[in-house]
């Protein structure tokens, strides 16, 4: 367990890369997708909340896709407050009250992909409360039987298509979608790149680094992310690592609401290398490439990618398999010591289905924690105490391998 981190230096070659992508992050104005506009006239930028959309689509018909994951700990919730329970997750509510304090104006519409009921519920209210801007529930299937989940699936994305083309973007063409699939594939590479060198090196990458890179796509064309990834990648090859000691963990359950940055920060310095994670999970969502040939439907080739490929998650139905059979291949595939479930409060899907992995662990004598948290969370003292004991004791008594 022991390897390297980073020394702390104002000459670190990715910093220049890390200083973008906090600005990018910390923009909950999106300026970035105002100044896209600007440079794109006419065309579209459509939001989506965090977990899953098939963004080719979108790109396909010359929109921007654009990742909304809440206000974080940055914004005060007033108005959000008012129009959902207390015993609920927090983020619809900074949700709404960006989009009532007028931070996501520059978004003509939104999708709402099939996370949960209260996300089903928010869809519901931005209709109401915004009916001048498009929204739709993206109904993802459940049955992964080509013929009948996989049609229903492409019978809503070509809805979706046909809805925004009545709204301005352009017509679809097979082709171009065709296109924005390759494009899709590389920025994957990309990524699944910066996952590697978290895996086999992570004191040249943290899981906060990588997690602030990775976002910086919910607000950049596919192409830009993809080359904003490699720059970084780059850098952070060159980086000169020192000594350190940490215990190798697998975070799970922030599939949907985003841990505040300053939590992911505190697990790693209570001595965990965070090497795999389901932070944004939209962007990784499938896994591999999107199989379209030249002459493939491309519609039915997202449609395949999402019944094939979609990663095992609390929001996704598995049918007959084994809950918590990925997990547990996970950890031995990055060679993890131990699992940290960190799920936001009141998140059904994750609370729901937590003992059914930690079941899994136990049974492959996988050591796991687990912690909840809020995006506004501010205090992170004690959960640096249970993740620093947890580090401790996977140290003293044994990992997972």
Not at 73 to 95: A, L, M
Not at 149 to 155: A, D, I, K, P, S
């Amino acid at each position: 367990m022991s390897h390297a981190e980073v020394a702390p230096n104002p000459q670190d070659p990715a910093l220049p890369v890390l200083e973008r992508a906090r600005r990018l992050v910390d923009d909950l104005r999106f300026g970035e997708v105002s100044r896209w506009k600007e440079r794109n006239p006419g065309k579209l930028a459509i939001g989506y909340m965090p977990i899953y959309v098939p963004r080719p689509l979108l790109e396909g018909i010359g929109c921007l896709p654009v990742a909304v994951f809440g206000g974080g700990d940055q914004v005060d919730i007033i108005k959000g407050d008012s129009f959902y329970q207390s015993y609920i997750c927090h983020i619809p509510r900074s949700t709404l009250e960006l989009a009532l304090n007028g931070s996501l104006d520059s978004l003509d519409g939104m999708l709402f992909p099939s996370i949960c009921d209260v996300i089903r519920n928010l869809s519901g209210m931005w209709q109401m409360l915004f009916p001048e801007k498009y929204a739709s529930y993206v109904d993802l299937p459940q049955n992964f039987d080509p013929e009948l989940g996989g049609r229903f699936y492409v019978l809503d994305l070509q809805r979706i298509l046909r809805d925004l083309e009545a709204r301005g973007a352009a017509k679809y063409d097979p082709e171009r979608l065709r296109a924005a699939i390759r494009a899709e594939n590389s920025r994957r590479a990309a990524l699944a790149e910066l996952d590697l060198l978290r895996v086999k090196e992570p004191f040249r990458v943290r899981a906060s680094e990588a997690y602030l890179v990775a976002r910086t796509g919910g607000v950049l064309e596919t192409a830009e992310h993809e080359r904003f990834v490699r720059e970084f990648v780059a850098a952070a090859r060159e980086r000169a690592p020192r000594v350190y000691d940490n215990v190798r963990v697998l975070v799970r359950g922030s599939f949907c609401e985003q841990p505040p940055l300053g939590l992911i920060k505190t697990l790693e310095s209570a001595g965990c290398d965070i090497v795999d994670d389901d932070f944004q999970l939209g962007l990784r969502y499938i896994e591999g490439d999107i199989e379209c040939g030249p002459s493939d439907d491309p519609l039915v080739a997202l449609s395949n990618a999402f019944l094939r490929r979609g990663q095992a998650t609390a929001s996704r139905y598995i049918g007959d398999e084994e809950k918590g059979a990925a997990l547990v291949k996970s950890v031995r595939e990055v060679e993890a010591d131990g699992v940290i479930f960190a799920a936001a409060s009141f998140c059904d899907p994750a609370l729901l289905d937590q003992p059914m992995l930690e079941t899994a662990l136990d049974r492959a004598k996988i050591p796991h924690t687990s912690l909840k948290f809020a995006e506004n969370t501010g205090q992170f003292q004690v959960i640096r105490e249970q993740a620093g004991a947890f580090s401790d004791a996977v140290k003293l008594w044994g990992s997972a391998a």
